[in-house]
Structures are given as structure tokens and as C-alpha cells.
């Protein structure tokens, strides 16, 4: 009877493959449904003042200049794809990720979805996301099992640093003083602070000596397991900047922390395609396809 427990072992197996089909497709309405949600929610208020760039710390000046930050129509939102590797933990080894990320400039928010595959036909769904300065991080194993579901403040502390290092994406809201002030420290090095809703997050932008943002580092809420965090130095490096629509923007970006004095790098970013102001939610890739490319 050898055929028989054959025959139910694939019947079991094709039913949660097919579970685990008709979930990415609901996690993925979710996302769309929360995008649009976002891209509604810019202020209908124009921004009518800006402050002067001559009373920016100097080196925010020379790369305001350089990205051409500074024009006629700042930018209102960016859509961006992105591949790359990730690491579910800092001993682990790096996957393959997919993702696709929105950013709205006024309020200040952001939701990203990133797939990883862990093995064939094994994959993570994580949207992350800070809107209206409230952070969330949802985890799903095959867009079906929840992983995790956090919120509180801490992880609004630590969506709003996320958020505050990838404005490079956007850089004209550098200029927007009524979410985003500078602090100068000489001249290589700037403090930014972003306020959204009540909620402040700070951190300091190193500058290389092409006048760009090299590096960003905060002290930031890292997650250690059982429902726990503590705050550990965090550092983005920022590389391969390019012209978009004549707007200068970086195109990989490199997460780390650093633990006992060691730098670990979790997540290695490589922008795809990247546009300003189209409010449509991208398709992700399907599983099997995000797994490969």
C-alpha cells in the first residue's frame, strides 16, 4: 500500500502549496491596500516656505547642491524595486531578497516588502513600514505563518531611522524644516532629526569627500528575541549614486550593526528601478520567480 501513502503525501503537500498560493496573493492585496492607504494620506497643504540652504550645516549644502535637491517641484513620493541579499540573523547565512518600497515626503512615511527565499519553494514574506511615525514589522513564513507582528515604540523608533537614513531617496525633503532639522558637527559630519506625529528619531550623516552621503549611524532598537530589544550603534552605507530624472540617488545600500566591536552586516540592497511621484503599488515577483532573480 506503498502508493496509497504516496498518493496522500502529494495530496498534502499540493493543498498547502496551494494554501500558501492563495495567501501571497492576500498578503500582497494587503500591501496594496496599504499603499494606497499611504499615497492618500499626503498633506493637501503645500509647502510654501523652505528654509535657506546657505543656513544648512555646510556639507548638507554641498550635497543638496550636488543631488539637485533643491528644485522648482520637490518630490511628493518614490516607488522603488530592489534586489540583493539578507540575513534573518546576524550568524546566518545570505539569502537571495526581492522587495519594493514607497516613501511619501509629506508626512514623512514609508512601507516596504521584502521576500526572502530560504530554500526552494520556501520563502519569508516582512513588510516593515512607519506611517504617520507609528512603526510595524509583519513576518509571514510562505505569506501564512505569522513570524512576528511587532509595534510599540521602540519599533516606532526604529521605523523612524529607517526611514530618516533612506530620505536620500527623496532629498528634497531634507529642505522640509516643518518634519526634518540639521545640527552642523564639522565639516564631513550633520545631525538630522525627523519629526513626524509627535515622534522624533535622530541620527548623524558622515559625508565623503565627493560631497555625498557616505554613511548614516544611529543608536537604534535591535531586536533579540522573545519579544525583547535593546539599543545597538546601527550603520547604512550608502554607495553607487546615480541620476534620476536629475536627481542624484543612491543605488546599494549596506545595513550593519555593530555588536562586541564587530560590524555585521545583515542586509546588502541594490536598487532595480527607482521613480518619483507615480502612486501605483508594484507587483512582487511570485515566489518561485523572486527566488531566482
Not at 516593515?128 to 505563518?145: A, F, P, W
Not at 524644516?177 to 545640527?183: F, G, V, Y
Not at 555625498?212 to 550603534?233: C, Q
Amino acid at each position: 500500500m506503498w502508493w496509497a501513502a504516496l498518493w496522500m503525501l502529494v495530496t498534502i503537500v499540493g493543498a498547502i502549496g496551494t494554501v500558501a498560493s492563495v495567501n501571497s496573493v492576500r498578503f500582497s492585496r494587503r500591501v496594496t491596500e496599504e499603499v494606497r492607504v499611504l499615497a492618500a494620506s499626503s498633506s493637501p497643504r503645500p509647502r510654501t516656505t523652505r528654509p535657506a540652504v546657505n543656513t544648512l550645516p555646510a556639507p548638507v549644502q554641498r550635497y543638496l547642491a550636488q543631488a539637485n535637491a533643491n528644485r522648482s517641484e520637490p518630490i511628493r513620493r518614490v516607488r522603488l524595486r530592489h534586489g540583493g541579499s539578507f540575513r534573518t540573523s546576524l550568524d546566518g547565512s545570505w539569502l537571495p531578497i526581492r522587495g519594493v518600497q514607497y516613501f511619501n515626503a509629506d508626512p514623512p512615511g514609508f512601507i516596504w516588502w521584502g521576500r526572502v527565499r530560504l530554500a526552494p519553494g520556501v520563502w519569508i514574506d516582512a513588510r516593515d513600514r512607519s506611517v504617520d511615525g507609528i512603526g510595524n514589522m509583519l513576518v509571514k513564513l510562505e505569506s501564512t505563518v505569522t513570524v512576528a507582528n511587532s509595534s510599540g515604540t521602540e519599533l516606532d523608533q526604529g521605523a523612524l531611522l529607517r526611514l530618516l537614513g533612506e530620505l536620500v531617496w527623496l532629498p528634497s525633503a531634507f529642505l522640509d524644516d516643518r518634519h526634518l532639522t540639521w545640527s552642523a558637527i564639522d565639516d564631513r559630519h550633520a545631525r538630522a532629526t525627523l519629526r513626524v506625529n509627535g515622534r522624533a528619531a535622530s541620527g548623524e550623516f558622515e559625508f565623503g569627500t565627493d560631497g555625498l552621503p557616505a554613511t548614516f549611524s544611529a543608536e537604534r532598537y535591535r531586536d533579540i528575541g522573545a519579544g525583547k530589544s535593546v539599543l545597538t550603534p546601527f550603520v547604512g552605507r550608502l554607495s553607487d549614486f546615480r541620476s534620476v530624472d536629475g536627481v542624484l540617488v543612491p543605488h546599494r545600500v549596506v545595513g550593519a550593526w555593530m555588536v562586541d566591536g564587530k560590524t555585521l552586516e545583515y542586509a546588502d540592497f541594490e536598487v532595480r528601478q527607482l521613480e518619483f511621484d507615480r502612486t501605483e503599488p508594484w507587483r512582487m515577483a511570485s515566489a518561485s520567480r523572486s527566488s531566482k532573480e
